[in-house]
C-alpha cells in the first residue's frame, strides 16, 4: 500500500505535470492534505480584447483548484460535474492567487468552493463546484 505521503506527490506531480496546467501558467504554491494554492501571472495571451483575464482562464483556474484541493484529501481521480463562476471584478493585477475548501464530501460526490484573489487579498472571483469522485473498479 502506498504512504499518503507518496500518494500526495504523485497527485501533485500529476497537476504539475499537466499540459492544460503548465499552458496556463498556474504554479502550485502549497500542495498538502487539505491546504492546496496556487498562483497565475497574468500575461499577454490570457488577455480579451478588454485587456483583462478572459473569463475563461478564470472559470479555468477556479475548476483546476478545487480538483487540486479535492484530490489532496481523496488520492483519486475526479470528475467536473458542475461548475458556478461569479466575476466579481476584472483581473487588472499581475498576479492572480487561487484557493478551494470542501464544503461537503459524500462517497461519490464533493461540493467545493473556490476562490481567486489579487495580491490584496480582494476577491476577484468566486466558484462553486461538484465533482464526482471515481473510484477504481475491483
Known amino acids: ?7 500526495l506527490n504523485e497527485v501533485k506531480e500529476e497537476f504539475i505535470q499537466s499540459p492544460y496546467v503548465q499552458h496556463l501558467g ?12 496556487a498562483k ?18 478564470i472559470a479555468s483556474v477556479l475548476d483546476i483548484i478545487q480538483s487540486m484541493q ?7 481521480r475526479c470528475l467536473t460535474v458542475n461548475l458556478n463562476i461569479n466575476y466579481i471584478a476584472p483581473i487588472m493585477t ?12 459524500t462517497y461519490n460526490t464533493a461540493f467545493m468552493e473556490g476562490v481567486i ?8 472571483s468566486t466558484a462553486t ?10
Open 94 to 105: 499581475e498576479t492572480i492567487y487561487a484557493e478551494a475548501t470542501i464544503t461537503s464530501k
Open 129 to 138: 463546484g461538484v465533482f464526482k469522485i471515481l473510484h477504481e473498479k475491483n
Open 1 to 7: 500500500m502506498m504512504s499518503t505521503l507518496m500518494q
Open 40 to 57: 497565475l501571472a497574468v500575461h499577454k495571451s490570457l488577455l480579451n480584447f478588454s485587456e483583462t483575464v478572459n473569463g475563461g482562464v
Open 70 to 76: 479535492l484530490r489532496s484529501v481523496i488520492k483519486k
Open 117 to 124: 484573489k489579487d495580491a490584496n487579498g480582494n476577491i476577484i
Open 26 to 37: 498556474i504554479q502550485i504554491t502549497k500542495f498538502e492534505e487539505g491546504d492546496v494554492q
